[in-house]
């Protein structure tokens, strides 16, 4: 998997089978996304959505330094061909690393479209996007990832404004990268702050998180939180509790300024595909997965779709039908029985990259394994539509996988879930 997708630990995540079952902790009741249960049962329309990510560059702007008419030019191209393949979502990456693609007064410019972080690109991408994406009929989600400050562990390499070289006790390195602590209360009112920012400004569809809230477990390394932990978890039984409420608190209060700032935005979040599995939980899946996001990441996405802590969820199902460790049809039937009587979506997130790739297994060369994942979800009137990852291959399209689920399940346009 190429290390620039976020989605570079998806494909790790499986290499070894899940350690020793952990006890799980009870539900408690939590707020509504939405702010009142059920938003999502009779809904209408059809998810028809795809991930842009401005990470590493990795979708858009295809590199940094380009022209702020260039950069435009790219971003109208993408969402002119999520038009032409009868898409109605474009899920954009806003905030990649601790920064902003847009004047935010909290976060320096991202260093993804100048090529040095704070420096102003001379344009409003994410003002434009909305403006652009809506002027098309396609919605626009903006995409956080709420605690990654940098690809790299070097602080002196931040803009001198970054607020992580300001409140150096706020940051973990970890992996040969740059984390704020979620164990802080003040980092997570921060990064709320920040977020919401771009809710206050700009009129955006919904506000979308991806898989990373702890980082995934890197071998032989231990994210060192002994202080937060030390100051704030004494009322927990032990660190992962703690782990998991922080995770959870950010997850409610998001919600909750959402609900406040722009009640018409939605809130949903695209975790990795397996909360736990079933030898780890009896409520978990039927998979074999290295990853579970509850023990793990320490978020509890089971939880917020039963409880409608957030209106839609979209799990990274990124594997073939009939991956032993992970079927796709296994995790399709265990996402549908979660959010059954909940009035949370379930949209499935989708492989697209792995379509043609030579490194993947045989099933990913058949251009139509993609089109038979959107038959078989079609079975579950509980999946409401799917995510492709992500815009470079949609455009791109190597086998014609995509132009295979366009033939065989786009016929004709469809109106997003409202």
């Known amino acids: 998997m190429r290390p620039v997708s976020r989605r570079g630990f ?28 059920g938003r999502g049962a009779g809904a209408t329309g059809e998810m028809r959505g795809v991930w842009v990510a401005s990470v590493t560059n990795r979708d858009w702007p295809s590199r940094p330094g380009l022209s702020a008419a260039r950069q435009r030019a790219e971003l109208t191209a993408l969402l002119d061909t999520a038009v032409r393949t009868r898409l109605n979502t474009v899920v954009l990456q806003v905030r990649p690393t601790a920064d902003a693609l847009w004047p935010s007064p909290h976060e320096p410019w991202s260093q ?5 972080q704070g420096a102003d690109p001379g344009w409003d991408p ?10 098309r009929g396609l919605e626009l989600h903006a995409w956080f990832n709420p605690y990654r400050v940098a690809m790299h562990a070097d602080p002196a390499r931040l803009a001198p404004s970054h607020p992580a070289r300001r409140n150096p006790d706020w940051v973990v390195r970890y992996g040969g990268k740059l984390y704020y602590n979620p164990g802080l209360p003040q980092v997570r009112a921060f990064v709320r702050e920040a977020m919401l920012d771009a809710v206050r400004r700009y009129p955006v569809d919904a506000v979308h998180f991806d898989d990373y809230f702890y980082p995934y477990p890197v071998a032989g390394q231990t994210f060192d939180d002994d202080l937060a932990y030390d100051t704030h978890g004494g009322a927990f039984p032990d660190r992962a509790a703690w782990r998991r409420d922080n995770v959870d608190r950010l997850v409610r209060d998001m919600a909750a ?14 975790p990795f595909g397996v909360w736990r599995n079933a030898e780890t939980d009896e409520r978990g899946s039927a998979t074999r997965a290295g990853v579970q996001t509850y023990d793990d990441l320490h978020a509890d996405t089971r939880r917020w779709a039963r409880e409608n802590w957030i209106d839609y969820i979209c799990p990274q199902l990124y594997w073939h039908i009939g991956f032993a460790p992970a079927d796709y049809a296994e995790l399709v039937r265990w996402w549908a029985d979660v959010v059954r009587d ?12 792995k379509a043609g790739d030579p490194a993947q297994p045989a099933a990913w060369q058949d251009p139509a394994e993609l089109s038979r ?7 579950y009137p509980q999946v409401r539509g799917h995510v492709f990852f992500a815009a470079r291959e949609v455009a791109a399209d190597p086998i014609g996988a995509m132009a295979r689920v366009v033939a065989d399940h786009y016929g004709r346009s469809a109106e997003p879930p409202r």
């Open 342 to 353: 909940s009035g949370t979506r379930l949209y499935a997130g989708e492989a697209l990259y």
């Open 126 to 135: 994410l003002g434009t996007a909305v403006e652009e994406a809506h002027a």
């Open 10 to 37: 998806t494909a790790m995540a499986l290499a070894a089978l899940a350690t020793v079952p952990r006890a799980s902790t009870p539900p408690r009741p939590g707020p509504g996304a939405s702010g009142a249960p």
């Open 373 to 379: 994942h959107l038959t078989l979800a079609g079975t």
């Open 112 to 116: 993804y479209l100048t090529g040095t």
């Open 257 to 270: 300024g959402i609900r406040a700032i722009r009640p018409g935005t939605r809130f949903g979040i695209s």
